[in-house]
């Protein structure tokens, strides 16, 4: 039996001293177009989205301007995630060469990629160097200010540099957003992968998908407490705040 899940399409936004940036741009301002234009009619049904707003409709709605977003990390580019990236034209790209490199390869085809939402020339790309200081129990990482409030850690295999990111917040709360790896946390206590029909299209390696995979299993094992949040399950969004709203 396929179970029908609510799927959602998020971006997660850090505000910190040294700046302010979104992790994953969600589904941008021309996605209607976008989808359109590049999608087959099968991929269309197999894709299909109803649309809320973008985040850059969310954050002028409420008085937040677009141009205070520093930059972006997309967890990956895939369409789903790099749709909104052109919404923020003062923003900075901030991504590792492999996943820059595999975007805009003839490999990168639609469904999973359109590089319409990535190739402008106005934008400015940022390629992050992780040190090999091991994190948790990934042997690289990248703290992106300095003060391990926020980390960022490979997880390859759905894409060549599909990132995952720690956030640690003063309360002690902490969260681990791990991109398109699995679609459900759940699938990190099983291990599983995803249903067979999507992984097909998005999986970029499988084996590498399985490995990552195993890393958040066992680090779910060791550290409980880290609340793991895929970036397109619903239920495990549902506890975070919702912007306006904030968690410190
Ligand atoms: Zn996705």
Do not use: C
Request: proline residues 5%; without cysteine.
């Amino acid at each position: 039996m396929l179970l029908l899940r609510r799927l959602s399409h998020v971006s997660i936004l850090i505000q910190h001293p040294k700046g302010t940036f979104v992790f994953d741009t969600g589904l941008g301002s021309q996605i209607e177009g976008q989808f359109h234009d590049h999608f087959s009619f099968l991929d269309r049904q197999l894709f299909k989205f109803t649309k809320l707003n973008s985040l850059r409709e969310i954050l002028l709605e409420n008085k937040f301007s677009p141009d205070s977003i520093d930059f972006i990390i997309p967890t990956h580019l895939h369409f789903d995630h790099a749709s909104g990236i052109e919404d923020f034209p003062k923003a900075t790209v901030w991504t590792t060469k492999e996943e820059y490199d595999h975007a805009f390869s003839e490999e990168a085809m639609p469904p999973a990629f359109i590089k319409e939402q990535y190739d402008a020339d106005f934008i400015k790309w940022n390629f992050m160097d992780f040190d090999t200081s091991a994190y948790e129990i990934f042997n690289e990482s990248y703290d992106v200010f300095n003060d391990g409030t926020v980390v960022l850690v490979k997880l390859p295999g759905h894409t060549k540099g599909s990132l995952g990111m720690f956030v640690n917040l003063k309360s002690g709360k902490r969260y681990f957003f791990t991109g398109d790896l699995t679609w459900a946390a759940e699938a990190f206590i099983k291990p599983a992968e995803k249903h067979s029909i999507p992984r097909k299209k998005v999986d970029g390696d499988r084996e590498k998908v399985k490995e990552s995979i195993v890393m958040v299993h066992y680090l779910a094992k060791e550290k409980p407490e880290i609340n793991l949040v895929p970036a397109h399950d619903f239920n495990a969004q549902k506890g975070i705040a919702h912007f306006p709203e904030v968690e410190l």
